[in-house]
């Protein structure tokens, strides 16, 4: 276990742009008071015995970037922007709800969806674009900092595009549902291999 290291994978607090059902990728909008709410719980959480979180690892968005601040008020340990970490680029369609999707690109929409790992908004980025990036530095990190646990404050794209290819998912639609977003998911990184450790884990509640 000690050349094994573990990475807790945590999507970003609740956007202005979540509530109100628009694709953010590489675009920004600030953490609304319900999101930041949950992201102090997850501090709480995060900061228990359970944990022994060496550093936090965060894309540099805003909005991921305060949610790394918020929760190092509790852990207070470094903080390290990786690039490699930021959203999918939803090139044309950043900005647009998913109604205005829908609604104006319905026909080329489903065209990308049908196309699983290979979808790509136009003028943006595949999804395994985004875990080749991703993996590419989680591997890297985890011989750097082997035997560490470490914190990743990031977004669902990638998070999704991780967990999908660990357990061989095609990005289907008829695929079942396998993590959910708000929760933290975490994976073992040992001699470049990556392999899920526990998903879904649920912050403890307020005692």
């Known amino acids: ?23 953010q990728g590489r675009l920004d909008s600030p953490l609304t008071s319900d999101g930041i709410a949950a992201v102090r719980e997850w501090a709480r959480f995060l900061g228990s015995p359970r944990w022994k979180w060496v550093r936090i690892l965060t894309s540099p968005a805003p909005r991921a970037a305060t949610t790394a601040q918020l929760i190092n008020e509790e852990l207070r340990i470094e903080i390290q922007e990786e690039k490699d970490l930021r959203e999918q680029d939803w090139g044309l369609w950043e900005g647009l709800s998913w109604s205005e999707i829908r609604t104006s690109h319905g026909e080329e929409l ?18 395994k674009e985004v875990h080749d990036r991703a993996h590419g530095l989680l591997t890297k990190l985890g011989r750097r900092y082997a035997g560490e646990q470490i914190l990743v404050i990031t977004h669902q794209g990638v998070i999704k595009s991780l967990l999908y290819a660990i357990e061989k998912r095609k990005f289907s639609p008829g695929e079942p549902k396998l993590i959910d977003k708000n929760l933290l998911q975490t994976v073992s990184c040992c001699n470049d291999t990556m392999t899920g450790f526990a998903y879904n884990i649920e912050p403890l509640p307020r005692s």
Do not use: A, K
Request: no cysteine; hydrophobic share 25%.
């Open 110 to 127: 489903q065209s990308q969806v049908d196309r699983g790992w290979s979808f790509r908004p136009p003028g943006g980025e595949s999804r």
């Open 1 to 23: 276990m000690s050349d094994s290291t573990l990475f807790g994978l945590l999507r970003h607090g609740q956007t202005i742009w979540n509530s109100q059902g628009r694709v």
